[in-house]
């Protein structure tokens, strides 16, 4: 069992930053594929981004490319998401993943944080 735990959402306003963190237990956390998704209220769920065991990164979500960055600390099992330039239409309840190795999807979850941002 992995369990995730986010922190760094909060109240920001627009054309700030903010950066989530995902704290991971779990001696096998660099074998997972980490990923941030979020979802509004009334919406679908929808994938941001992933960083995978290499180290390498999945294609950002297309309205924040250029703005959000994830990176992966693997001594701290951790992974991060560094959100710049906020938009209102970022406001969601932002969601940590863990896929482990031969999975077909992600079947790991935090609680999620909330990120929302004003006018």
């Known amino acids: 069992q992995v369990q995730l735990v986010e922190s760094g959402g909060g109240l920001v306003q627009a054309g700030g930053s903010l950066r989530l963190s995902c704290a991971a237990s779990?001696?096998?956390?660099?074998?997972?594929?980490m990923g941030w998704f979020r979802q509004a209220p009334g919406k679908e769920r929808e994938f941001v981004v992933a960083v995978r065991r290499s180290g390498g990164t999945t294609s950002y979500l297309d309205s924040v490319k250029g703005r959000f960055t994830i990176s992966r600390d693997n001594a701290k099992n951790t992974v991060y998401l560094e959100m710049n330039s906020l938009k209102p239409e970022d406001t969601a309840v932002y969601y940590c993943a863990a896929r482990s190795l031969g999975a077909a999807d992600y079947d790991y979850w935090g609680q999620g944080t909330q990120v929302t941002v004003s006018s």
């Open positions: 779990g001696r096998t956390f660099s074998s997972y594929t």
